[in-house]
């Protein structure tokens, strides 16, 4: 009988108490494909409160220092004696928080203590549900020099996975070749999910948080946007790199490459159907141009002038390799027949920024060399540009109309997202101009 699978994902805010384990055994009951659970740590409860991750973190740090961690582990005790004991759980609970204790004060590295947050999630979580428990350390790993080993990982979970028996495979860590524990970086609880989902060829990742999807822009600079119902993964890769986070960046890769839709829900409602994000999606007529908005402010454009650039054969190579050999990353190229720019993070070029000028002006021997600083990158990202005309016309004149100046351009070729430069103090303007354009 092949029936559907789902693999979910709760993250910290979902079962952060008792009564928000209650709300994820419901969710779980209402779907009998929904066979594995991949918890995160308790995260907060109410907006002062810590996540268990960061008290670990802390308890760490203390012990490192030879302080005493005491308080901040009787609060990790708390935390989840409590679940323990408004669900009635039998879980050793006590023996594990004990040993969990010695190692910290006997020196365990950070991701040792950080992994335990998910780890006793998931123990008390599958007592609480009955379902069988996976350390992740058995079933994820990690090469030598700490790079996940996907396709190790893949050949042991499937094998592990394939009786088909309901199971909770705590999230964030697993191990290197010599047994220690190794962990994804922050909130990689979303790369174990959608680790599960392609081992166990789901039919769906459904990463549920405490929000109800993605939203088309930054509800701190335009006010109730809309919600994303649908999005794809290279338009979401787009806005998750311009900085618009629900789902960590490397969660999309697993599950991408073989083709499973990963949905967004809300753990406090569930009723609502979240955003899907799939590799295609139809370009329907009634897709809207554009899916969301998205950027960042700070960033600093070299701009390379030089007469008869574009004869000259390697200007730009040159030019780049200044920046790579002072491990700097670029954002955009836009380049002109006589003059290129470079635009990079003002943080990472701050440390060596005259150096970086006499390079350049060494390696190109430019007519001209200038850095304008304090600029924003705003990308407006939708599938259905291709098939609109005049979107980059609405886009432009709108800005017009708001009076602000484009300092750059930059449409990829993919014609997925249309990206401007704009001056920091323009940043919300600017979102809020497109906005209002394309979506009222
Ligand atoms: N608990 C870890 C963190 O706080 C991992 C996660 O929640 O995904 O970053």
Redesign the pocket.
């Known amino acids: 009988m092949a029936t559907k699978t789902i693999v979910t994902k709760f993250?910290?805010s979902s079962l952060a108490s008792a009564e928000q384990f209650r709300k994820v055994k419901d969710i779980l009951g209402m779907d009998s494909a929904r066979r594995y659970v991949v918890p995160?740590?308790p995260?907060k409860r109410f907006p002062e409160d810590t996540?268990v991750?960061d008290l670990l973190y802390r308890c760490h740090r203390k012990a490192q220092a030879g302080e005493d961690f005491e308080e901040d582990f009787d609060r990790i005790r708390a935390r989840y004696g409590e679940i323990r004991d408004e669900l009635g759980l039998k879980a050793e609970l006590d023996a594990a928080l004990d040993k969990i204790h010695r190692k910290i004060a006997a020196g365990a590295d950070a991701d040792y203590c950080?992994s335990r947050?998910?780890f006793l999630n998931g123990m008390l979580l599958a007592d609480f549900l009955g379902w069988r428990f996976l350390d992740a350390e058995k079933v994820i790993f990690f090469d030598e020099r700490g790079v996940f080993d996907s396709e190790k990982t893949n050949v042991v979970m499937m094998a592990l996975l394939a009786d088909g028996v309901p199971t909770v495979v705590p999230?964030?860590y697993g191990s290197l070749p010599d047994g220690r524990v190794h962990t994804f970086s922050?909130?990689?609880?979303?790369i174990t999910g959608a680790i599960v989902s392609r081992a166990v060829r789901a039919d769906a990742y459904e990463n549920w948080t405490d929000v109800s999807g993605f939203l088309m822009a930054d509800p701190r600079i335009v006010q109730n946007p809309r919600e994303i119902s649908a999005i794809t993964y290279a338009e979401l890769r787009e806005l998750s790199y311009m900085g618009a986070s629900v789902l960590?960046e490397d969660a999309m890769f697993p599950v991408h490459k073989v083709g499973i839709p990963t949905i967004i829900r809300n753990t406090n409602n569930p009723q609502h159907p979240g955003t899907l994000i799939s590799q295609s999606l139809p370009v329907e007529p009634t897709v809207p141009t554009i899916t969301g908005i998205a950027g960042h402010k700070n960033f600093s454009v070299v701009a390379i002038e030089k007469a008869m650039m574009n004869a000259e054969l390697g200007f730009g190579r040159r030019a780049l390799q200044v920046f790579e050999e002072y491990g700097i990353s670029f954002e955009h190229m836009p380049s002109g027949i006589d003059s290129i720019s470079v635009v990079v993070s003002s943080e990472a070029l701050a440390p060596h920024r005259e150096e970086i000028v006499r390079r350049l002006a060494d390696v190109t021997q430019p007519d001209v060399l200038t850095i304008h600083d304090n600029m924003s990158i705003i990308a407006t990202v939708g599938r259905g540009m291709v098939s609109n005309c005049g979107t980059a016309a609405r886009l432009f004149s709108a800005m017009s109309r708001a009076g602000i100046n484009v300092r750059m351009i930059d449409q990829g070729s993919s014609e997925l997202s249309i990206i401007v430069g704009v001056d920091d103090q323009d940043f919300e303007r600017t979102i809020q101009a497109i906005y209002a354009e394309f979506v009222g």
């Open positions: 993250g910290g995160s740590a995260g996540k991750t950080a947050g998910e999230g964030f922050r909130g990689g609880s979303d960590h």
